[in-house]
């Protein structure tokens, strides 16, 4: 159904953003211990304590982890997104992960053409370690911008 959407540059900016870059391995900020990340947010069994990448490394597999989300996003959201919708799921799926995403109560609301419900989910996503982190805040406050850019809220009258 949104085989057509692709993320470019510009979408990532709201993920690159959130991320950061950092070349040296660090744990997870929510709990100091793993899942260990890399670059702009890569985490993986490869990652260990004091893993050094190149800058050129952590683009890369920016770009690798993207086509993940991209292709997930793709493989389980049914109804039709626009780009800007398309680039905030992208975003969000990377960063819970696609498993998390794939059982999300915001898919299903989102499937169910439920878009206001399915805004509302993404400020749920806010915790690392059982704790509020203002960067979770501040990332799903951007990916809800980012979705309401491009929402067309006659979809969901026309479902109903």
């Known amino acids: 159904m949104n085989e ?20 040296t391995a660090y744990p997870d900020p929510g709990t100091g211990a793993a899942p260990w990340t890399i670059g ?15 800058q050129a490394q952590a ?5 690798v982890d993207m086509q993940r989300a991209e292709a997930n996003v793709r493989s389980v959201v049914t109804i039709p997104l626009t780009q800007d919708e398309f680039a905030a ?20 609301k989102l499937n169910a053409y439920d878009l206001e419900g399915a805004i509302a989910e993404f400020a749920k996503w806010n915790m690392a370690g059982g704790q509020v982190l203002q960067g979770l805040v501040k990332r799903r406050d951007g990916e809800k911008a980012l979705f309401l850019l491009g929402c067309d ?8």
Request: some cysteine.
């Open 40 to 54: 702009w947010g890569h985490t993986g069994p490869e990652v260990h304590p004091g893993l050094v990448w190149t």
């Open 4 to 23: 057509n959407l692709v993320l470019t540059q510009d979408d990532l900016t709201l993920t690159k953003n959130s991320e950061n870059c950092r070349l």
């Open 59 to 63: 683009d890369a597999q920016l770009l």
């Open 89 to 108: 799921l992208c975003d969000f799926a990377f960063n819970i992960g696609c498993g998390a995403f794939d059982s999300s109560t915001l898919l299903k």
């Open 153 to 160: 809220f006659s979809q969901e009258a026309n479902s109903a």
